[in-house]
């Protein structure tokens, strides 16, 4: 729980410090982040990274982009190390911990790890997740309205004439993106082991794509002006949408969608280690779980969490099974990934 009571000395000090020296705002340490890019990023912002700081004496140094980008930072840093904390999506996770980029989480500091959902934990506590997430599609609900158009509700919609340049979805470097291809695979008879069916949508469709960006600005900038009628993205981007009063509804199509964990771990290595454990147990307590499911949207993890039913309402999760919905096959991704990942730059992003 984020409170003022027992604020730890370092935070008594600075302050101090800031008053002898002018300073408004003295920290110990800084918390050096590597995380997701977009909404996710703006919902830490308003609410969670100012509690922290202020309860700490810290400083959190963020740094964004993509699950993918930030595991390749880990991997080229491993000797020395510049994150105390990386916030990826589930499978990027796994993947860190198998390339030992991780340390465990320590329980004597992350005391509420008992709390965690079983599906949300991870081995050897190298990480633990954060909120659930589902990656599925939505639509402008008012543009199709006026041109009379038929609601889309399967993947396969994706590839309708009616909406040739009107479609946008992330490159498949980003998870999801990935996730639909996985999702159009599975929607033609294919699977995480054979994403054939898959690629051959993809580039059906590729007309219908007015560009597969690598982050979300792009893909915002493109539905909140209009020039996207539908799209692929995840629970936190589509609130951002209802959020800033757009006509979308993000929804899950007939064939599913795929469930995730949105997941932090400790790097190992970290400057400030101590402190990302305790980033991590903030961030998985109660509150700071309610704090994610209002700004992101996202299931929590912490079966102790109280939600109220306004927020419950306006997720398209069961709260009780969240990770009913399909989930991706860790293995068979990763291990084909970067193969996948040149395939589609060059027969289908280049179209």
Same mark, same amino acid.
Not at 14 to 20: I, N, P, T
Not at 247 to 269: D, L, N, Q, S
């Given at each position: +729980?984020?409170?003022?009571?027992?604020?730890?000395?370092?935070?008594?000090?600075?302050?101090?410090?800031?008053?002898?020296?002018?300073?408004?705002?003295?920290?110990?340490?800084?918390?050096?982040?590597?995380?997701?890019?977009?909404?996710?990023?703006?919902?830490?912002?308003?609410?969670?990274?100012?509690?922290?700081?202020?309860?700490?004496?810290?400083?959190?140094?963020?740094?964004?982009?993509?699950?993918?980008?930030?595991?390749?930072?880990?991997?080229?840093?491993?000797?020395?190390?510049?994150?105390?904390?990386?916030?990826?999506?589930?499978?990027?996770?796994?993947?860190?911990?198998?390339?030992?980029?991780?340390?465990?989480?320590?329980?004597?500091? /992350?005391?509420?790890?008992?709390?965690?959902?079983?599906?949300?934990?991870?081995?050897?506590? %190298?990480?633990?997740?954060?909120?659930?997430?589902?990656?599925? %599609?939505?639509?402008?609900?008012?543009?199709?309205?006026?041109?009379?158009?038929?609601?889309?509700?399967?993947?396969?919609?994706?590839?309708?004439?009616?909406?040739?340049?009107?479609?946008?979805?992330?490159?498949?470097?980003?998870?999801?993106?990935?996730?639909?291809?996985? +999702?159009?695979?599975?929607?033609?008879?294919?699977?995480?082991?054979?994403?054939?069916?898959?690629?051959?949508?993809?580039?059906? +469709?590729?007309?219908?794509?007015?560009?597969?960006?690598?982050?979300?600005?792009?893909?915002?900038? %493109?539905?909140?002006?209009?020039?996207?009628?539908?799209?692929?993205?995840?629970?936190?981007?589509?609130?951002?949408?209802?959020?800033?009063?757009?006509?979308?509804?993000?929804?899950?199509?007939?064939?599913?969608?795929?469930?995730? /964990?949105?997941?932090?771990? /400790?790097?190992?290595?970290?400057?400030?280690?101590?402190?990302?454990?305790?980033?991590?147990?903030?961030?998985?307590?109660?509150?700071?779980?309610? %704090?994610?499911?209002?700004?992101?949207?996202?299931?929590?993890?912490?079966?102790?969490?109280?939600?109220?039913?306004?927020?419950?309402?306006?997720?398209?999760?069961?709260?009780?099974?969240?990770?009913?919905?399909?989930? /991706?096959?860790?293995?068979?991704?990763?291990?084909?990934?970067?193969?996948?990942?040149?395939?589609?730059?060059?027969?289908?992003?280049?179209?």
């Amino acid at each position: +729980m984020f409170n003022t009571i027992g604020r730890n000395t370092c935070a008594a000090t600075m302050l101090l410090v800031g008053l002898l020296f002018g300073s408004d705002r003295a920290f110990c340490e800084t918390l050096v982040i590597y995380g997701w890019v977009g909404p996710n990023e703006a919902g830490f912002r308003k609410e969670f990274f100012p509690a922290f700081e202020k309860k700490y004496g810290a400083k959190i140094e963020y740094l964004s982009a993509s699950s993918f980008l930030n595991y390749g930072k880990l991997k080229a840093e491993r000797n020395n190390p510049q994150a105390d904390l990386a916030l990826f999506d589930d499978m990027i996770l796994d993947q860190a911990r198998k390339e030992d980029l991780l340390q465990p989480l320590d329980t004597s500091i /992350v005391q509420n790890l008992g709390d965690i959902a079983p599906d949300a934990r991870f081995k050897d506590n %190298m990480g633990v997740g954060v909120g659930y997430n589902v990656v599925s %599609m939505y639509y402008n609900t008012k543009i199709f309205q006026e041109k009379g158009l038929v609601p889309v509700a399967s993947w396969n919609d994706l590839l309708r004439p009616d909406l040739k340049g009107r479609v946008v979805i992330r490159n498949i470097t980003s998870s999801y993106g990935l996730y639909a291809l996985l +999702m159009l695979a599975r929607s033609n008879g294919g699977s995480d082991t054979n994403p054939e069916p898959g690629f051959i949508k993809m580039k059906e +469709m590729a007309p219908n794509v007015i560009s597969f960006p690598t982050s979300h600005g792009p893909l915002a900038q %493109m539905t909140l002006q209009g020039d996207a009628w539908v799209g692929v993205t995840g629970l936190g981007e589509a609130q951002e949408f209802v959020d800033k009063k757009a006509p979308i509804k993000f929804f899950i199509p007939k064939e599913g969608a795929i469930a995730m /964990v949105e997941a932090a771990g /400790v790097v190992k290595g970290a400057p400030h280690a101590k402190l990302a454990q305790q980033f991590i147990a903030e961030l998985i307590s109660p509150e700071g779980q309610r %704090m994610m499911a209002v700004s992101q949207s996202w299931v929590p993890t912490n079966k102790k969490t109280q939600i109220d039913d306004s927020i419950k309402a306006r997720i398209p999760l069961d709260f009780e099974k969240p990770m009913d919905l399909k989930v /991706v096959d860790f293995e068979a991704v990763t291990s084909n990934r970067e193969k996948w990942n040149e395939r589609f730059a060059k027969d289908i992003a280049q179209q």
